[in-house]
């Protein structure tokens, strides 16, 4: 239940119909409102504000038509605006992208606030009476708000004139997605020193599987296609100690699964049942893309698809690139310094019950560096800027394996470096390298080596 809570909550963020929405209902509301206090107050109350008068009835419609043209006309300009934005966005950035464009908040409560001010003004409209038999009403205190919201409303417009180039400035882009994967990365992966709270449930090693625990373990299979938005752990957990239960995980959020494969395994198989299969399936949440809510490596992989374009011929953008690479660079130092969040689950009582598939710093590298090595060996630039980021990395990658992870990264691109630059350029990359390397071997001597080399925290000379 909870996985299909959070996969519907993260559809209707990731609308453009939802907030608007939400704000048109309550422009109804206010506009029912307005108009029985107006009824219940009447006019005596303007005596009492000096800068106020009583307005007439044809004046009041003229005002109220008016401002509800000139909403829905804004609203219109603006919603043609946010498509062009998009538009532009998925061409330079690209297409998965759109996603983020289409859950900014900022497009949405702009597009919410001219669509509710169009509404409220046309509803209050209507309650106007004058002659034919009907008792003059006007409704003084719900056009004082509809003005009200008119002010805001150009507010709101200029706020919006500046968002729109704010948001698809290629730094800004660049900056948001970095910013997400650090938050999503400290959610997924506690720090070394808070994940003692979470080891009594967590073990240190994951045992030994059962011998037939591969050929004889029950398979609980997926009933659709599409990509693993969310996955509920603590209910998988909590099922898997129900019904005494060993669950192996076999595909992590961002997985693609085809109907028929199996989403985890379960043993004993003769623990499993009908019901229990049902809702441990019922922990995963499928749908039709990747969504960011659980899955580390999509966050990475758009940044990486930016800077995959930006060092295409068409566009010819290292420094954009470069930018890309230092926030990935950052996302693997926070995996670095955390622990990688529980591979394998216990019971209160100790007994194995869960065995995840968490996102380590290996399966991180390889999905960013070695997708984009391919991409920046090939171009001067960017593949100088790796270099130097891969030497910044080596103070904060201080573990034996980290190291050896960075030194093979390093060597991967030095080799295709060599391959495909010119001979002044690979000189340059070539002497970068041999600095990496001597930051490998002595780590204690990083600040030292860094005073020498400029280049490694960005200072280089012109």
């Not at 030994?208 to 609980?220: D, G, H, K, W």
């Not at 968490?358 to 070695?370: C, D, I, M, N, Q």
């Given at each position: 239940m909870k996985s299909r809570l959070m996969k519907l909550w993260e559809d209707l963020r990731s609308s453009y119909w939802f907030v608007p929405t939400l704000m048109a209902l309550v422009a109804v509301g206010l506009s029912v409102l307005m108009v029985e206090g107006d009824r219940m107050w009447g006019v005596d109350w303007l005596e009492g504000v000096p800068w106020l008068s009583a307005n007439k009835p044809a004046g009041a419609r003229e005002l109220l038509s008016t401002i509800a043209g000139s909403m829905i006309t804004v609203a219109g300009v603006t919603f043609s605006i946010t498509i062009a934005a998009v538009a532009y966005a998925a061409s330079q950035f690209g297409p998965r992208l759109l996603t983020n464009f289409m859950r900014d908040r900022g497009n949405q409560v702009t597009l919410g606030t001219f669509i509710a001010t169009f509404i409220y003004c046309l509803l209050v409209l209507r309650s106007i009476r004058e002659g034919d038999g009907e008792e003059l009403f006007v409704p003084h205190a719900a056009i004082l708000l509809g003005l009200l919201l008119t002010m805001m409303s150009v507010a709101v417009l200029i706020y919006f004139i500046h968002h729109v180039p704010e948001s698809i400035h290629a730094s800004n882009v660049v900056a948001a997605l970095g910013r997400e994967l650090d938050a999503l990365i400290a959610a997924r992966h506690p720090t070394l020193a808070a994940s003692a709270v979470l080891m009594p449930r967590a073990l240190g090693s994951p045992p030994?599987?059962?011998?037939?625990?591969?050929?004889?373990?029950?398979?609980?299979l997926c009933k659709t296609d599409g990509y693993v938005q969310y996955l509920d752990e603590d209910a998988l957990l909590r099922l898997a100690t129900e019904g005494d239960l060993l669950v192996r995980i076999e595909h992590r959020p961002g997985d693609f699964v085809r109907r028929g494969r199996a989403l985890l395994l379960a043993w004993p198989p003769e623990n499993l049942h009908g019901e229990l299969a049902h809702e441990l399936a019922g922990s995963f949440a499928i749908g039709e893309r990747r969504t960011p809510r659980q899955d580390i490596l999509f966050l990475a992989q758009e940044l990486v698809e930016i800077a995959t374009r930006a060092l295409s011929p068409m566009i010819n953008d290292p420094f954009t690139a470069t930018a890309c690479m230092e926030r990935l660079a950052c996302g693997m130092s926070r995996l670095a310094e955390r622990e990688v969040r529980e591979a394998a689950l216990?019971?209160?009582?100790?007994?194995?019950?869960?065995?995840?598939?968490?996102?380590?710093?290996?399966?991180?590298?390889?999905?960013?560096?070695?997708?984009?090595?391919?991409?920046?060996?090939?171009?001067?630039?960017?593949?100088?800027?790796?270099?130097?980021?891969?030497?910044?990395?080596?103070?904060?990658?201080r573990r034996p394996d980290q190291r050896a992870l960075l030194r093979h990264h390093a060597k991967q691109l030095h080799r295709g470096a060599m391959a495909a630059l010119d001979e002044d350029s690979a000189r340059v990359v070539d002497e970068r390298f041999r600095v990496v390397l001597r930051l490998l071997d002595d780590p204690d001597a990083w600040h030292e080596i860094a005073a020498c080399c400029e280049w490694l925290s960005g200072r280089e000379a012109a």
């Open positions: 030994a599987l059962p011998e037939a625990f591969y050929r004889q373990a029950a398979p609980v216990a019971d209160e009582e100790g007994n194995l019950r869960l065995l995840t598939r968490p996102t380590t710093l290996a399966v991180f590298a390889e999905r960013t560096l070695g997708r984009l090595r391919p991409y920046v060996q090939k171009d001067r630039n960017a593949a100088i800027e790796l270099m130097r980021v891969l030497g910044e990395l080596t103070e904060s990658l």
